[in-house]
């Protein structure tokens, strides 16, 4: 199982990105998929899940402003954020759930400047 994020990079705040994430390796259209989040020198932090039929779980910090979604034929998973703010700032990670252990993407980073 391989994941392959994307998407990252600098944004005012107040601006918006779009994360995405490939799973390749298997059929992952039963599997949940999510993105955590990372600070420097802090553990990685759920941020948003999505299972296969489509229900979502967000963290408080991030509930209202970001919007995760996935296209289970593409085997992708997105996270949409808006209404970014300077302490978004963190590497980004996608996962998938399978196999009974969690799968993880390289991380790519958001810095959200004031």
């Known amino acids: 199982v391989q994941l392959q994020a994307f998407g990252g990079g600098l944004v005012q705040a107040g601006g918006s990105l779009r994360l995405s994430c490939t799973a390749s390796g298997g059929d992952f259209s039963t599997n949940v998929m999510g993105w955590s989040r990372q600070f420097p020198g802090n553990q990685r932090d759920s941020v948003a899940r999505?299972?296969?039929?489509?229900?979502?779980s967000y963290s408080d910090s991030v509930k209202g402003r970001f919007t995760i979604s996935r296209d289970n034929a593409l085997n992708a998973v997105y996270l949409q954020m808006n209404s970014l703010k300077p302490e978004d700032t963190a590497v980004y990670y996608c996962y998938i759930d399978k196999y009974g252990r969690r799968y993880w993407g390289q991380g790519t980073l958001v810095t959200v400047s004031s």
């Open positions: 999505i299972t296969w039929a489509g229900v979502t």
